[in-house]
């Protein structure tokens, strides 16, 4: 039997990639340690700071907002409600409800009133849902934030989504995708910054949080991620961690520490601009989603 190397009680969670057995509580306190680690290790944001985090009704989005409250961080939720049917139906509950649980507001926006519901773009606009409604998020998130007076917006991205995306950006060479992976992007003209908290913790760490503390979140998928290639990598990856605990890690993290300083010195930064129509930052005269909105108004009125 594994004993917890803090308190020497029964473990309940063994993470081999840090050789550490843990009970429940002490695990806990490991979770949000570690948290807090990678937001001063990266400078995300202070104590001083007040920060959205966008969350999704998933593990991780929740299990980071509740680590940030609990540490002592100013931290409100964003909620994009996406209208994929039963899927959003079931998240906007769940982040409604833990909202509540946790004391702290909970801002909800609907594509149904912004834009379009995700179901309904995909009938008229052929590249894959996914990364559609990844611009989106992105644009709402940045948008919303702004608007409403928060200078840092925080996501969920977890180690197994940096170091598939890490992966993928590899296999093809995209040095300019590599350039920019990295996570913290500044704040910078028209962009708020953004910070990804959970780079270093994994799915299973995270999962393993919200059990734990009791959080309920949504288990399915979004339905339109099924065959999605980063799913595959996220595969290939947790193979290769179990024969080799500490994979993804030393991945992920050597890339920071070794390839990333040396990439970010050729960066060159793109020109931007205020799309015309609403003010947000593009490189172009009209951003990707007001051109987004007139190619589906085109489409509507045919
Ligand atoms: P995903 O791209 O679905 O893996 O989500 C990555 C992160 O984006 C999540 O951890 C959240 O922080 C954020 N996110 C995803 N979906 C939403 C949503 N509907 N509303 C707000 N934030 C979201
Ligand atoms: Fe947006 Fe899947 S299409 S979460
Ligand atoms: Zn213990
Ligand atoms: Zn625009």
Redesign the pocket.
């Known amino acids: 039997m594994r004993r917890c190397f803090k308190c020497k009680e029964k473990a309940q969670v063994y993470l081999p990639q840090h050789r550490l057995a843990m009970c429940k509580d002490h695990y806990i306190e490991w979770f949000e340690g570690r948290v807090e680690k990678t937001i001063k290790e990266f400078k995300m944001f202070s104590k001083l700071d007040k920060v959205l985090?966008?969350?999704?009704g998933?593990k991780?989005?929740l299990s980071l907002w509740q680590s940030l409250v609990k540490l002592g961080y100013d931290a409100d939720g964003?909620?994009?409600n996406?209208g994929i049917g039963e899927y959003s139906q079931q998240s906007f509950i769940l982040a409604t409800e833990f909202s509540k649980k946790l004391g702290k507001t909970l801002y909800t926006i609907s594509l149904k009133d912004e834009i379009m519901p995700i179901p309904d773009i995909k009938k008229y606009d052929n590249r894959p849902a996914c990364s559609v409604c990844?611009t989106l998020?992105r644009y709402y998130?940045n948008k919303f934030a702004k608007d409403n007076g928060y200078r840092i917006i925080a996501?969920?991205?977890n180690l197994d989504?940096e170091s598939a995306v890490l992966f993928s950006n590899t296999l093809n060479w995209s040095i300019d995708y590599l350039k920019r992976q990295y996570p913290v992007l500044p704040e910078e003209d028209g962009f708020i910054k953004k910070v990804k908290p959970l780079c270093k913790i994994s799915e299973k760490e995270s999962a393993m949080y919200a059990v734990l503390s009791g959080i309920e979140y949504i288990e399915e998928e979004?339905p339109f991620s099924e065959g999605a290639t980063s799913i595959d990598y996220k595969i290939f990856l947790s193979n290769l961690e179990e024969k080799s605990p500490g994979t993804k890690l030393r991945f992920y993290s050597e890339f920071l520490r070794k390839m990333y300083p040396i990439l970010k010195q050729t960066e060159e930064k793109p020109t931007l601009n205020s799309c015309k129509i609403c003010g947000e930052p593009t490189t172009g005269e009209i951003c990707s989603v007001c051109n987004l909105k007139q190619k589906l108004k085109s489409k509507v009125e045919v």
């Open positions: 985090v966008a969350v999704s998933g991780d989005s964003f909620y994009i996406l990844g998020k998130m996501t969920g991205h989504d979004c």
